[in-house]
C-alpha cells in the first residue's frame, strides 16, 4: 500500500509539473479527458457495466468538451 502512495504521488506530482507551460487550451483538454474519465468510469461501475469502456468514453467526451471550453478562454 505505501509502494502504491509513493507512485500516485509521483504521478501527481510530474501531472502538475507538466502544466505549467501548457495553453489554457492543452490544460482544458486534459482536465476535461481526466474528470470525464473519472466520472465515466464511476457510473459504468454503478450502473453495472465494464468501469474502463466508460473511463475511455468519458475521457474522450471530456477531452472534446475542455478543448472547446478551453479555447474560449
Do not use: E, Y
Request: net charge positive; with cysteine; aromatic share 6%.
Amino acid at each position: 500500500m505505501k509502494r502504491f502512495g509513493w507512485f500516485a504521488s509521483v504521478g501527481t506530482l510530474v501531472t502538475v509539473i507538466g502544466c505549467t507551460d501548457m495553453t489554457p487550451r492543452q490544460q482544458g483538454t486534459m482536465s476535461g479527458a481526466a474528470i470525464g474519465a473519472a466520472g465515466g468510469a464511476g457510473i459504468a461501475a454503478i450502473a453495472g457495466g465494464d468501469a474502463w469502456t466508460g473511463a475511455i468514453i468519458g475521457g474522450v467526451a471530456g477531452g472534446v468538451a475542455g478543448n472547446i471550453r478551453g479555447g474560449h478562454q
